[in-house]
């Protein structure tokens, strides 16, 4: 039996966020264990299951419990809110459950907003590194932005990170007090959206334009510059 790892569309309809090969397996199966129950309703209906006949269940602390079909002979499907299971998602305890168990992973095809914002971005692409969710506080906030600069300076390196869509724009100042005026920023918002916009500057140009994210799904990247 099988643990299919189900990227989630990140916006707009479900059935374009999967190749047709995803879909058939997704309509394949009876048992999903989601980060969010209403998200995957809609998602998964959206596919064209019949969501009142499936087995429906939140990923909680008890991720053993959630192998429950695998044992009993049926694949089961890992499914994220937003974009691929267990990046950024509670979903990495229960798919490093299932190869303690002995399980065969399957990833399926499908969106990251991640690797997206990294491909259009224009930044370096050899060298990334995902850093999350970055501190609240806005001197802690800050003064982990000063270490990631200085990361990405020593080792040439693009930082990735995201940000709760109504703290974009506290996100977004701390960013243009902080960093070098030449360093380049990239924000990737409402990507796969009509209202998409990727936009990549140095600091001092963003300084300029005054920017504001505004409340909606965003990915920030940043390479220092090369002094």
């Avoid at 229960?94 to 990251?112: I, M, N, Q, T």
């Avoid at 971005?121 to 501190?135: T, V």
């Avoid at 802690?140 to 724009?169: G, H, M, Q």
Wanted: with cysteine.
């Amino acid at each position: 039996m099988i643990l299919y790892a189900i990227p989630a569309a990140l916006g707009g309809p479900p059935a374009d966020a999967l190749p047709d090969s995803s879909i058939r397996i997704v309509r394949s199966l009876r048992d999903f264990a989601v980060e969010n129950a209403k998200s995957a309703r809609g998602f998964l209906g959206g596919l064209g299951l019949a969501v009142r006949d499936l087995n429906i269940v939140v990923i909680d602390s008890d991720v053993l419990s959630l192998l429950r079909p695998l044992r009993e002979g049926r694949s089961l499907g890992l499914l994220s809110e937003a974009g691929c299971p267990a990046i950024a998602d509670p979903g990495a305890a229960l798919v490093e459950a299932a190869h303690r168990e002995g399980f065969r992973v399957v990833p399926l095809v499908g969106p990251s907003s991640i690797t997206l914002a990294l491909m259009a971005s224009g930044l370096e692409g050899q060298r990334f590194a995902f850093c999350g969710y970055l501190p609240r506080d806005k001197a802690e906030r800050e003064a982990r932005i000063r270490e990631l600069e200085k990361r990405s300076r020593k080792e040439n390196e693009t930082e990735i990170f995201i940000e709760t869509p109504y703290r974009n724009d506290a996100m977004m100042n701390s960013l243009l007090s902080t960093c070098s005026s030449s360093s380049l920023l990239c924000v990737a918002a409402d990507l796969t959206l009509p209202t998409e916009s990727i936009i990549t500057r140095n600091v001092q140009q963003w300084r300029r334009a005054g920017a504001v994210v505004g409340r909606r799904p965003a990915v920030f990247l940043l390479l220092a510059d090369a002094r």
